[in-house]
């Protein structure tokens, strides 16, 4: 497709290279001779191949397409049917029981049963990589029968369904195969070389060659029961440690379809003015903050922490985050983002009331004293160190002084280990793992699990540590509900974080590629990569 | 000789084990614990320390080292924690593209720069010298990433005359490895059509990282050069009715490569570590942009194979270079034993 839409140019200089590589004899353009639906993405870092590996952004993509899940995230966030045809929990909470789906296969043909489903949780639990850790309340799971597996928890456990969209599914048989002498008993190395360079899924794609840090080939498996979109991409070169500047030549060539890199506004803005190419919002369930460090003076006076946050310029801010017309971020209501259970919308917008914030910080114990704060801002995201200026500009009209640092992520990530090394001011964004905010919050607010970024406010209290806990046990969601808005209203007038806004990155594509989570909010799937199913996609000529 | 080579592989060797220990400690004084930066945030505490005990991070320093540098001797490295591939075939993934790139690069610096070098000597104070020295200004003045981004720009995009990004054309399949140099293996497997298309790739990101050196070599030879054709022995070569030609190469060239060699095999071995920006903004998949990579994320097994490779090569070319020189200059060998 997008060999197709050649300027005249682009057409004669791609004709003159084919002839002059054919007079060397070889076949110069099969691309155009076969005119495959071919998408390229974009992206960063480095793709994983293994899926019960990554938590980060291209594995989550190559995860999603190689393989299945008992369950998808619908747009929305709820959960459909996936392996699974349907499923069955037990009154306490702690058994699931799931009918799977007849006739699935996996790429090489092998018939997906219980036992593969048992094979991977089991993977994923003794390797201890990637979100292993949604699954340590499993006590056992088991093979009832070739088409229905069992899994029983250690005590109850609500958000494990939503966990599930996690758990991919790999080929037991290919992967015992190939497996290599390891630290896992008679697992061996449980095919850990063997996935990090193949694939054992049953996905709507199967790897046709992957080189973690260049570029990993998908093909479309034609037998996926879940079918298609209409003119589906066909094959999928996903490109990885592509940078900003690469793709803002390589996008009106129309080498590069799609790409999900944070670009800089000025590319954003040059890429929206370039015939054929949109840019569009993929919205992320998560929330960019100031961490206030609760444990540190002053800000262990809820008093300054609510000056801080009264103080901030939230216009200002939200002005900041609009590129070419588009915005990066959605005003947020509090530590639970729109979207996802517990989400308020009658709770008001906190504004920026320099009045109330000068009352406040008068009503502290640290009243007329000279208060210095240290911030700290990730430094390979340069829209943060605008973000610490204004706060810094704020501040400054209440007397309180703001030193700005901005460190690289191993050193944040070695600060958020203790409260005293935490900064007093950290700019940090957290979003949700699975469709359930439980994700999100328990990092962020229980006390067993401090001493990450996600909670370098160290607000941890026995009321919030009970909220969060009771949450895992009621399976109820509108209970759940009521008790997430309860518990979010606590935590805002703890004021432990200035929230800023709910992130959406901007993806450029080209307008014969359509992605419907990008196109339109409401076929937006809330979770990391949920837009990035190419089942999903068409390109059209 | 062979006392003068002897000399200088032990010295090499001294340089490379103090290299391996310095590099061993720098990398665990950056701050961030490996384990946590790999698995994430959400990791539970008993996966982190789970995976510090498989990566032998709670091992005491001296242990590690002597497991690492065991390892070392084999070319294993470890697993690196970033990619999660042993850090040797991550090497051997990345290295060739990178040495493809560095070869070209120093191609291109060598003949280009020692060419202006001598042009403008030559031609001191005429039009010839005044645009070399234009040239040799500008290829210091601006560092290699803008020199890549210009041409990028100008080459790639609005003219289209060369590829934009990557090693070779996505609808070409590449030459079967045997050195892992693109260029050299579709020549050794006749396949002229994939040679060109790598030649093609490789212009632009070498080039633009050979421009620094270039202009280096150049200021160095024509600055060396001019000063030998003031020197006694040119008048009497001169004098001697010897050709223009012959004076150049023979009397002036000479005593003026000296230096330039020795600057010459250390501009190369540098590129190797500035490959980096130039990597990254070709899209070339080199050991540049990995080593960066891996520094970044603390990913201590990558970070010290990449280093020792390096160091490895610099080491080498500087052995290859004195014993280039020691020919030329046949006191240096003299002195030397």
Redesign the interface.
Known sequence: MSDINLSRRQLLGTTAAFGLVSGFGISAAPALAQQKRVLRLADGNIGQADPHKPVDFPGSILMFNLYDFLVRPLPGGELQPSLAESWTISDDGKTYTFKLRDGVKFHDGTPLTADDVVFSANRMITMKRGYAYLFSDIGKVEAAAPNTVVFTLKRPFAPFLAALVRLAVVNKALVTANKKDGTFGEFGDYGEAFLGSADAGSGPYKIVSHNPQVETVMEINKDYFGGFAENAPETIRSKFGVEAVAVRQLMPRREIDLTRLPLPPEIVAALSKSPGISVGPDMKPGIFHFKLNTQKAPLDDVNVRKAIALAFDYDQLYGLLEVAGQKQGLPVRGPIPAGVIGYDADVPLIKRDVAAAKAALAASKYAGQDLSLDLVWFKSVALQEKFALLLQANLAELGIKVNINSAPWPQIVEMATKPESSPHICSVATSLSTTDVDSMLWGEYHSSAAGTYLSMHWLHTPEIDAMLEKTRTVTDQHEREKIYKELAGTIREQYPSVYLYQPIDLAAYQNYLRVPGLVDPKQSVPIMAGNYRYDRMSMTA | MIRFLSHRLLSGLIVIVGVSVLIFLLARV????PA??A?????????VE??RQ?MGFDRPLVEQYARFITGAVQFDFGRSL????PVSS?IA??FPATLELVLYSGLSMTILGVGLGIASAHYKDRWLDNAARLFSLLGVALPNFVWA?LM??VL??WY??LP??GRLS???TPPPHVTGLYTVDALIAG????A??ALLHIILPAFALSLSGMAQISRLTRTNMVDSYDRPYVEFARAYGLSETSVAFKWALRPALIPTLMILGMQIVALLGNAFLVE????W?GLA??GV?AI???DLNAVVGVVMVISFFFVLVNMIVDTVVSFIDPKIRLKSS
């Open positions: 950056i701050p961030g614990d946590r930066l698995l994430g945030p959400e990791a539970s505490n008993e996966q789970a995976m498989q970033y990619t999660d591939q991550d993934a990345g981004l990028m720009i790639a995009f289209q005359w934009l990004s996505e609808w070409l396949q002229w059509g994939v060109l298309d990254t903004i070709f899209m998949p942009k990995y990579n970044v994320r603390k």
